[in-house]
Antibody, heavy 122, light 105 residues
Framework: QVQLVESGGGLVKPGGSLRLSCAASGFTFSDYYMSWIRQAPGKGLEWVSYISSSSSYTNYADSVKGRFTISRDNAKNSLFLQMNSLRAEDTAVYYC???????????????WGQGTLVTVSS | SSELTQDPAVSVALGQTVRITCQGDSLRSYYTSWYQQKPGQAPVLVIYGKNIRPSGIPDRFSGSSSGNTASLTITGAQAEDEADYYCNSRDNPWVFGGGTKLTVL
């Protein structure tokens, strides 16, 4: 069965860095776009970044552009999010999610990990 | 990027039907997907495309769309359906609605 397991969250001071990982199993990881989505405490879902199946394309929310970098290692079935210059407003549970769709007008996130909590505080 | 607008909260009596709506310009171009999130858990996809339910999602969940509005309908709501529901669309490049908290009375 499809599994996504995030790790790497924790407490970090403002201005600090953190690298999140997502280990994928149960499907051909290299066939799928992947995204990071976050949820601040008591708030809604916010898409953060995506990466194409071969790493050719990446995109970021304006709120993290220039500070976060998404990457993947298809040989190790792993997704990453390097987070630099962290701010208090980056405090959230970070989920990795698999993207599905037809590449035209049908898109969705069909599998999500359980999330990893990032807390930015002094 | 565009926005998706949802009512913050909706309630329904046990066994009755409830509709949760989502409005946004991107819905004219892309299908909406819907997610259920219970406290302390990750979101779960419940509807995508033209009313497609992933395996394991009860058939009391259905989706529809017209113009810039998409709807998630729960026919015969159960206590276990009490959760937050989010709509989502592909638009520059992704956008989520603010979420609707469903209370089953």
């Amino acid at each position: 069965q499809v599994q996504l397991v995030e790790s790497g969250g924790g407490l970090v001071k403002p201005g600090g860095s953190l690298r999140l990982s997502c280990a994928a199993s149960g499907f051909t990881f290299s066939d799928y776009y992947m995204s990071w989505i976050r949820q601040a405490p008591g708030k809604g879902l916010e898409w953060v970044s995506y990466i194409s199946s071969s790493s050719s394309y990446t995109n970021y929310a304006d709120s993290v552009k220039g500070r976060f970098t998404i990457s993947r290692d298809n040989a190790k079935n792993s997704l990453f999010l390097q987070m630099n210059s962290l701010r208090a407003e980056d405090t959230a549970v970070y989920y990795c999610a698999r993207e599905g769709g037809d590449g035209y007008n049908l898109y969705y996130f069909d599998y999500w990990g359980q999330g990893t909590l990032v807390t930015v505080s002094s | 990027s565009s926005e998706l607008t949802q009512d913050p909260a909706v309630s329904v009596a046990l066994g009755q039907t409830v509709r949760i709506t989502c409005q946004g310009d991107s819905l004219r171009s892309y299908y909406t997907s819907w997610y259920q999130q219970k406290p302390g858990q990750a979101p779960v996809l419940v509807i995508y495309g033209k009313n497609i339910r992933p395996s394991g999602i009860p058939d009391r969940f259905s989706g529809s769309s017209s113009g810039n509005t998409a709807s998630l309908t729960i026919t015969g709501a159960q206590a276990e359906d009490e959760a937050d529901y989010y709509c989502n669309s592909r638009d520059n490049p992704w956008v989520f609605g603010g979420g609707t908290k469903l209370t089953v009375l």
